[in-house]
């Protein structure tokens, strides 16, 4: 029994720490408005990412700095990868610290249109990062975010 | 011991609500996702299909001929058309063993036919590491009925980016093969050294394909993600253009033709734009060289004060060009541009989107790129879509447009 005890014990820790990680949600229409939606009168940064994408691991390594530096920070990170690599994205997130972060995969197929949705002047280049104020006035910029950049916009 | 059995009842219980309220999220996940692409045919599809394929690449034949070479799950399958893509030859597969392909958006296998007859293919095979590629070359000699095992050209095969592969061949049947290469990087990182991008490198067959000499460098600090073009000069040298970084992370373009069969000359810009970004654009740029050995470019940027499509030309091989003409709507999302000359008749095309439809675009030029008519829509679809392509057989023509799950289809832009 105590043996019973001890591996259900484990089983259940460990399940809680498996969903104490916030998973990969799945972007879709409608979703850049429910982002902007659940953080009304707050200021965030949106950045789009792909496992792809060189520069963009050192944008998550900038990112992650920062987020130690201030962890108030609402940081929203969507990839714009495919449902099948939901996995490895949530691994890359694990290896950047990101397990509480507001992650997405963009749905399958849909790039374009989702790409549209949330801006009709970003034509995929990655990273693409949305500085957003409290008021959401957004400041677009495609590129690796400059520290200084994201320094100053925090203390706005 | 009582306590003990109670805490495993509560942990039980815990464990089970925990289990299901897992099994209840997967399970939703799954209907997401089976909602997604339940409208795509492609889902039941289980034998190679073109219309449900990745990335084709079209090109014809002397007689006519339309070829295609594409990449379905993990191989590269190539097929003919001798009605203009109204019915396609049964598929043959050219890599037997699986492996995984690089075949979307800037990446595609490519076919090209030499004037013997001979089919050379190429593609980036997906190794395990992200980023990672070798550059697979395969031929026919029997008119498309067998391949060869494919060969790893980049003589470097650690385990590292060697992608984004271009391929031509010249009337001589020397077969030039450019991609972009990160060996250096992984060099300059060993050393604690900066370097910024990949780097382009190529290799020749001079024997039909058997072999390829050792691999060259032609640039350091190209971009890294965005595909490379090669054309054949009237003097069967090629020309190479690409993605470049110059300076700090300004991605404009640069362009080399070879001064003899092995080497290539100066690297030229060709590109003044000023797109000054550390990013993954994921837009390359597209060349033609008509028969009169005039090189018309395209190409796509995006800084705040020059962005969009542009086109130019150059009669002197590069020293200089025409003013860039901007086309394409640029708040439509006009982007992956190809262009064909033969003789003075010049074509475009391009893909816009406008929110819900993609739709594919032509324009063209009977005086060597002076004068253009209006641009023209051929085509549209709310589906997935590739970039387009141009081809000509000896009188025609083509825009070609991969919809995900509809029919390959050609659509005439008139004679040249």
Known sequence: MVQRCILLSLLWVTSFLALAEQPVKIFKAGSYAEVLQRRQEQSFLLVFWSLDCPPCYKELTMLAEEIKKQPQLDLVLVSTDTTDDIDEIQQKLNKFGFTQVNAWVFQNDRAQQLRHEIDPNWYGELPRSYLFDDKHNRQAISGILKPFVLQRWVSL | ?416
């Open chain 2, 1 to 416: 011991m009582y306590n003990g059995a109670l805490l495993g009842q509560v942990f039980l219980i815990l464990f089970c609500l925990v289990f299901n309220a897992g099994a209840v999220q997967s399970e939703h996940q799954h209907h997401d996702h089976a909602a997604m692409v339940a409208d795509s045919i492609c889902d039941k599809q289980v034998g190679p299909s073109l219309s449900c394929a990745n990335a084709p690449s079209a090109v014809f034949d002397k007689k006519g001929r339309l070829w295609l070479a594409w990449a379905f799950a993990e191989h590269v399958y190539v097929n003919y058309s001798d009605d203009k893509g109204k019915t396609y030859s049964t598929p043959v597969v050219v890599n037997k063993v699986a492996e995984k392909i690089y075949a979307r958006g800037e990446n595609r296998p490519k076919i090209v036919i030499a004037d013997n007859g001979h089919i050379y293919i190429s593609w980036t095979q997906q190794l395990s590491e992200r980023f990672s590629g070798h550059i697979r070359f395969s031929r026919s000699l029997d008119g498309g009925k067998h391949f060869s095992d494919p060969i790893i050209v980049n003589d470097h095969q650690v385990i590292t980016s060697h992608r984004f592969d271009a391929l031509a061949v010249n009337q001589r049947g020397d077969i030039y093969l450019a991609w972009l290469d990160k060996r250096d990087l992984l060099k300059a990182k060993a050393a604690g050294q900066p370097y910024n991008g990949a780097a382009l490198y190529y290799a020749v067959s001079t024997d039909g394909g058997i072999s390829f000499n050792t691999n060259e460098k032609i640039s350091d600090n190209t971009c890294q993600c965005c595909r490379v073009v090669i054309a054949i000069d009237k003097d069967q040298l090629p020309v190479v253009l690409w993605r470049h970084i110059f300076g700090d992370n300004v991605r404009d373009h640069a362009m080399v033709k070879f001064d003899s069969q092995m080497k290539p000359g100066e690297v030229l810009r060709v590109s003044h734009d000023q797109w000054q970004v550390e990013a993954c654009p994921h837009h390359g740029p597209g060349l033609s060289i008509a028969d009169d050995g005039r090189y018309h470019l395209v190409w796509f940027n995006n800084a705040a004060e020059r962005h969009g499509l542009f086109y130019a030309n150059t009669f002197d091989q590069g020293k200089t060009f025409s003013t860039p003409v901007s086309f394409g709507n640029y708040k439509a999302q006009a982007a992956h541009a190809q262009v064909l000359a033969l003789g003075k008749a010049v074509f475009l095309v391009w893909k816009e989107f406008d929110g819900k439809q993609a739709t594919l675009i032509s324009m063209n030029s009977s005086d060597s790129g002076k004068t253009w008519t209006q641009p023209q829509i051929l085509a549209n679809t709310t589906g997935d879509s590739d970039h387009p392509l141009l081809i000509a057989d000896d009188k025609k023509v083509y825009a070609v447009w991969h919809r995900h799950g509809q029919h390959y289809q050609l659509f005439s832009l008139g004679n040249h």
